[in-house]
């Protein structure tokens, strides 16, 4: 009886431990709070280097600014598009780069083509 009861103990401490393991960093939210322009730029700007980073981007894009922005609705949310242009990218059909923001700050897309 008494392992039963340690072993039901270790259980739940392991249990109750580990779950804040399981938690997200401030670089991805599941929150419902709408963020404005500025924040959508900064995201979008960090999504390119991470991109750098990750080798999907050439170096070049590593200090590329924000060329553009609008905003759209998309599937009835509103999402900001951010463009990036990189002279310095070797293939001209690559040279324009678009990261799509919605409303709660989450990158819904990137990609060259815009859509």
């Not at 700007?45 to 170096?59: P, S």
């Not at 463009?83 to 989450?106: A, L, R, W």
Request: glycine share 6%.
């Amino acid at each position: 009886m008494k392992k039963i009861i340690t072993l039901v103990t270790f259980v739940v401490i392991l249990t109750l431990g580990v779950n804040p393991l399981y938690a997200h960093g401030d670089a991805h939210s599941h929150s419902n709070v709408k963020i404005n322009e500025v924040k959508a730029k900064e995201i979008a700007l960090i999504q390119v280097k991470n991109f750098v980073l990750a080798g999907k981007l050439d170096k070049s894009w590593t200090n590329v600014k924000v060329d553009n922005m609008k905003q759209q609705t998309y599937q009835s949310m509103p999402e900001w598009i951010f463009t990036f242009k990189n002279p310095k990218e070797p293939n001209p059909k690559q040279q324009n780069f678009y990261i799509f923001v919605n409303q709660y700050g989450q990158m819904t897309g990137a990609n060259f083509t815009g859509e």
